[in-house]
């Protein structure tokens, strides 16, 4: 008897989001994605307990980069499956990438991306759900660019009044920002609490609201 692999459908997709699992494949050419729920979660804390090294701040704020939202999620997303120094290979195959777009298209999924001359030079993209966004990939062409699409984001969760920032794993330089791991258990209450919130994505928030709010944020480092 032969056994047949669930189709993963964008609806699915949403279903195992709000259930605190995500998918994965093992490679760019890999043709079989995987469900992981790990035993620790990365949450980045989108309140006082994040982080803004000043330096990143001002540069956040200096024009240095036009910041934009949901203007190119395609091409972020592609951004983030191409090799990078340190990184010749990605989990996000061709399904992942339909399958997002697919949510993108359905106004599930976002991306924040950063300009230089009109060149896409970085980015984030990820999933929102009532309060809760969850942090995909990001990637970056040049200096800082994908670290001032993280404040951006931060910035804009805060102001469509998201409360939870889940990045699925932490590492050293989440941590900067003020990322932690938190039990399984506790991020799936955190999780439930999110998801009863009525957050929404504003993708054509006026600049200078982003900005205001990017000045507010805490300091640190």
């Known amino acids: 008897m032969s056994r047949r692999q669930l189709e993963v459908t964008p609806d699915l997709l949403l279903r195992a989001y709000g259930a605190g699992v995500f998918p994965m ?10 469900w992981l729920d ?3 979660r990365g949450v980045l804390p989108i309140d006082a307990g994040f982080h803004l090294p000043r330096r990143l701040k001002r540069t956040a704020l200096s024009g240095r980069f036009a910041v934009t939202a949901d203007q ?11 090799p990078a120094p340190g990184r010749m290979d990605t989990w996000i195959n061709p399904e992942i990438e339909r399958l997002f777009i697919a949510l993108h298209a359905r ?3 976002h991306s924040v991306e950063t300009w230089q001359e009109g060149r896409l030079v ?4 990820g999933v929102a759900l009532g309060g809760a966004f969850f942090g995909e990939s990001m990637f970056s062409r040049v200096t800082d660019a994908s670290k001032v699409a993280l404040v951006h984001l931060v910035a804009r969760l805060r102001l469509c009044g998201f409360v939870l920032l ?6 050293t330089h989440l941590a900067r920002f003020g990322a932690v791991e938190i039990p399984k258990a506790e991020y799936k ?7 009863e919130v009525p957050a929404r994505w504003h993708a054509d928030m006026p600049a200078a609201v982003v900005a205001e709010e990017i000045r507010a944020l805490r300091e640190g480092g």
Do not use: H, M, N
């Open 25 to 34: 494949a093992e490679s760019r050419q890999s043709e079989r994605l995987y």
């Open 107 to 109: 106004g599930a999924a």
């Open 122 to 125: 970085g980015g984030l993209y």
């Open 72 to 82: 190119d999620f395609a091409g972020v997303i592609r951004g983030c499956a191409e």
């Open 166 to 171: 889940d990045t699925q794993f932490l590492t």
């Open 189 to 195: 209450r955190r999780l439930t609490d999110a998801l």
């Open 38 to 40: 790990p035993a620790l």
